[in-house]
């Protein structure tokens, strides 16, 4: 019977987080449209319901019914595959991030998580590089030279940008002592304790190279409209297009989760319960996300490599290597 409640437990929690974050992709794209029209002086969506909230459902029922069409020099199994490799792993991350305080459910307390792993950290590492064999196998697959110059140039981006990113979390490591997200949050119970300001240049280095790894803009390179038309989704339509974007959107709602969690105490705060303020810190770097494509040009490749092995390795090095002598003497 004990195995029988777990196993609803799971599966519950599976399916409110699965469907949580569905929903966020969707309404992500919502903000995003009403904040860019309002960046640049218009409505942004206004007609399809109040204030546009049913945009984003109309979007999904035209993209279901649109015409899948593959290229005639398309490989299509691997143009099948590639949406799902890319769209899977942004959700595999919200396995083990957590949302509030446990709760007293059936007699049991129960985590307000999927997965309590003690190795948390390193699970979303490695389940957040797995996106770029999608991107890749897609560049590769649809037979055009823009999908495959857009396949590559992602490649290129996440092995650059990867090695600053993780390195980038590696003082918080050593200053929590732990790799269980769990810990982490507990250890931010106050506003004051809040890693980011016990290390603000290693979130200031997560959060560019989270930018980057989610191939948004100013690092958006992969798709680069002006050079590339749509990069490595240019061949794709229908569904296999919308699980590309769902995809996209998940990677940044995971990255946002992430940086709420190891740098902003997670849902810890006064006066709500958890995870509202989990949401509310959210929602703020989606805004930032947003904020950055309205407000900064695209990078020139040779820019963004630079940028990445020549500035954000470096720092990322020497974070390390400071933050390690002051432990020592402090």
Not at 86 to 97: H, K, Q, T, W, Y
Not at 107 to 126: K, M, Y
Not at 302 to 315: E, H, N, T
Request: glycine share 8%; aromatic share 14%.
């Amino acid at each position: 019977m004990a195995d029988l409640t777990s196993l609803i437990l799971i599966v519950l929690k599976v399916a409110v987080v699965f469907l949580a974050v569905i929903t966020g992709c969707a309404y992500a794209t919502w903000l995003e449209r009403k904040l860019l029209g309002h960046f640049q002086n218009r409505m942004g969506p206004t007609y399809v319901g109040p204030f546009g909230l049913f945009q984003p459902i109309a979007d999904g029922i035209k993209l279901i019914f649109k015409e899948d069409v593959v290229p005639s020099r398309g490989e299509r199994i691997f143009l099948t595959v590639a949406p799902m490799i890319a769209f899977i792993p942004g959700f595999l991350s919200f396995a083990v991030i957590p949302i509030g305080a446990a709760i007293t459910l059936f007699g049991r307390e129960i985590p307000l998580t999927v997965s309590d792993l003690n190795i948390g950290i390193l699970f979303i590492l490695a389940t957040t590089s797995l996106g770029v064999y999608g991107v890749a196998i897609a560049g590769w697959s649809s037979g055009s030279k823009y999908s495959l110059l857009g396949g590559i140039r992602s490649s290129a981006q996440m092995i650059s940008y990867e090695v600053a990113y993780g390195l980038s979390l590696v003082p918080i490591l050593m200053i929590a002592g732990t790799l269980s997200l769990n810990e982490m949050v507990a250890q931010q119970s106050t506003v004051l304790r809040w890693f980011v300001f016990r290390n603000p240049l290693a979130f200031l280095i997560f959060w560019i190279c989270a930018v980057a790894e989610t191939n948004r803009a100013p690092f958006d390179l992969p798709e680069a409209e002006s050079e590339l038309v749509a990069g490595y989704h240019t061949e794709y339509s229908s569904m296999r297009f919308s699980m590309f974007m769902i995809g996209e959107y998940a990677n940044m709602l995971s990255v946002s989760a992430v940086a709420a969690t190891v740098f902003f105490g997670g849902w810890n705060g006064p006066f709500l319960p958890g995870p509202w303020w989990l949401i509310a810190k959210v929602i703020a770097f989606m805004i930032m996300y947003i904020w950055f494509r309205a407000t900064f040009p695209r990078l020139r490749y040779d820019q963004l490599m630079d940028l990445g092995w020549k500035v954000l390795f470096p720092l990322a090095l020497a974070n390390v290597l400071v933050t390690g002598i002051v432990m020592y003497i402090v």
